[in-house]
């Protein structure tokens, strides 16, 4: 059944995965494009534009999307369930012992080791979604561009927001697809 399927597929992402959204997007792909077909991948990147684009955490952004695709509205409210769920108990439990927690020294090392997976899996979800990019210069360029702008803001300490480079590659594209559509019509009406 399609709804215990989206609820356990999430709970597990959920469950396994440490450092937030963007280290989930990998795991999110490999269920449900590779493992599941539950979606394309053309479908996921965009579900991964749309989710950072909206408000609310991107990793719950797509379980609900998906399971809205999947399984209308009670499959996008499972597959949210089996994505926060996880970590609610698990911070819960953290909570009601953490002075012992800070105490042990093997905890604050497991997590020294957690926070560098959690590194890897974010660079391998932007190397996946690099280079299954479209071959175009344009989204190239903008990445480049939005990739040099964000490198420069944190080596100089300068106060600008990462929406605001979204928003400033969303109105460079939109304005060279409104050049291009109206270079089109000029050239069909000749």
Not at 72 to 79: E, K, R, S, T, V
Request: charged share 15%; hydrophobic share 55%.
């Amino acid at each position: 059944m399609i709804y215990f399927e989206l609820l356990l597929e999430f709970a597990k992402i959920g469950l396994f995965t440490f450092g937030g959204g963007y280290a989930m997007i990998a795991m999110i792909e490999h269920a449900v494009v590779e493992k599941k077909q539950w979606i394309t991948h053309d479908d996921m990147m965009n579900i991964t534009v749309i989710a950072e684009s909206t408000p609310g955490p991107i990793a719950i952004n797509c379980a609900t999307f998906v399971g809205y695709r999947r399984g209308g509205l009670l499959g996008a409210l499972l597959a949210t369930l089996g994505m926060i769920l996880p970590s609610f108990v698990i911070i819960y439990l953290i909570s009601l012992y953490f002075d012992r927690f800070l105490t042990l020294v093997w905890f604050a090392n497991a997590f020294k080791g957690i926070k560098l997976a959690v590194g890897v899996l974010i660079l391998d979800a932007a190397v996946t979604m690099i280079k299954k990019m479209q071959k175009k210069p344009l989204p190239r360029l903008l990445m480049l561009g939005a990739c040099c702008l964000m490198l420069c803001v944190n080596a100089f300490s300068l106060r600008l927001s990462s929406v605001a480079v979204m928003l400033l590659g969303g109105l460079v594209s939109l304005s060279v697809f409104l050049i291009q559509g109206s270079g089109a019509q000029k050239g069909g009406t000749k």
